[in-house]
Nanobody, 123 residues
């Protein structure tokens, strides 16, 4: 079955950290762009970061690069989003998405989405 499954969300206190995982099954992510998005309550979905072999890592906001990092484990077919120094504004459903093969982040065409994982930052 072709799918993306996110995990690693949960409740964390302000200042804490979480590592989200995006595991692909039924296909390989190696030749695709992979992105993380988030949607906070009452807000539109926003892009967090996109990564492709051609373009590298592209952050939607520079400030996130100071707290978040993204990595890939091609052997495990998993992409990670490490989030540090979380604050209440980071509360959202985080989803990963991939493009079709050979498409890049700049095309902004994501063919497959995960179901999302809830991140709640609260004291």
């Amino acid at each position: 079955q072709v799918q993306l499954v996110e995990s690693g969300g949960g409740l964390v206190q302000p200042g804490g950290s979480l590592r989200l995982s995006c595991a692909a099954s039924g296909f390989r992510m190696t030749n695709r762009a992979i992105a993380w998005f988030r949607q906070a309550p009452g807000k539109e979905r926003e892009g967090v970061v996109c990564s492709s072999r051609e373009e590298g890592i592209l952050w939607d906001e520079k400030s996130w690069e100071e707290r978040f990092s993204v990595s890939r484990d091609d052997a495990k077919n998993v992409v990670y989003l490490q989030m540090n120094f979380l604050n209440v504004d980071d509360t959202a459903v985080y989803s990963c998405a991939v493009t079709s093969p050979t498409r890049q982040c700049r095309h902004n065409e994501f063919a497959l989405w995960g179901q999302g994982t809830q991140v709640t930052v609260s004291s």
